[in-house]
């Protein structure tokens, strides 16, 4: 069956310009996550949606990070005004419900790469 | 508030040797545990898990880890390691009844030599 699908999977943009990733979670995955991946910072945490409830923003680095996750499935990262140290691989993950036993999907991830 | 660390950045062994990666945790509730593998330019694939029960965890690929509370630690092993291993290898925990989300650590290269 298909997995977590992300789009682009690589993404060059100048420094100031907005950017949006997209994630496609498993078929019937409640629950949606972001990470980001930095030679610095290694994995973090940036997002959680589950279901119709309020998300979990408290990874988010600054204002210009949002997302939105419509109808419950298709999730958009979106980056205004990036800076270089936005440079890093943005993982989505998604899960068949909410808690820890359910085995987060990653997607392959998007390569971010701000000149 | 949960970490997780794993030292060194970098292991590596003889193609049929055994495998060890460490990883202690820090958590304030009884944790759940996780080893994701990732490979080049791919996502992250679990490995194995412990959330509650049995202490030894097996996982896909011969991969083990054992929960041990006294000692704050997951190690991940495997008896006999091959060349198809070599890749990034990162351990998590979740605190049960939170949002979910995973804390890593900075993760592990593991080379193979043959």
């Known amino acids: 069956g298909a997995g977590v699908s992300q789009s682009p999977s690589n993404k060059v943009t100048e420094k100031g310009k907005d950017v949006e990733l997209r994630c496609d979670p498993i078929?019937?995955?409640?629950?949606l996550y972001w990470y980001r991946q930095s030679l610095g910072q290694g994995l973090e945490f940036l997002i959680y949606?589950?279901?119709?409830?309020?998300?979990?923003k408290s990874g988010l680095p600054s204002d210009r990070f949002s997302a939105e996750r419509t109808g419950g499935s298709v999730s958009t990262l979106t980056i205004q005004r990036t800076q270089q140290e936005d440079s890093a691989v943005y993982l989505c993950?998604?899960?068949?419900?909410?808690?820890?036993?359910?085995?987060?999907?990653f997607g392959d991830g998007t390569r971010l790469s701000i000149l | 508030a949960q970490s997780v660390t794993q030292l060194g950045s970098h292991v590596s062994v003889s193609e049929g040797a055994l495998v060890l990666l460490r990883c202690n945790y820090s958590?304030?509730?009884?944790?759940?545990l996780f080893w994701y593998v990732q490979y080049p330019n791919q996502g992250l694939q679990l490995l194995l898990k412990?959330?509650?029960?049995?202490?030894l965890v097996k996982g896909i690929n011969g991969f083990e880890a054992e929960f041990k509370k006294s000692e704050t630690s997951f190690h991940l092993t495997k008896p006999s390691a091959h060349m198809s291993d070599a890749a990034e290898y990162f351990c998590?925990?979740?605190?049960?009844?939170?949002?979910?989300?995973?804390?890593f650590g900075k993760g592990i290269t593991l080379s193979v030599r043959p």
């Open positions: 993950a998604s899960s068949q419900g909410q808690g820890a036993l359910q085995p987060q999907h």
């Open positions: 078929s019937g995955h409640t629950a």
């Open positions: 949606f589950q279901g119709n409830s309020a998300p979990d």
């Open positions: 958590s304030s509730v009884p944790p759940y």
């Open positions: 412990y959330t509650t029960g049995a202490t």
């Open positions: 998590a925990v979740s605190e049960p009844g939170a949002n979910s989300k995973l804390t």
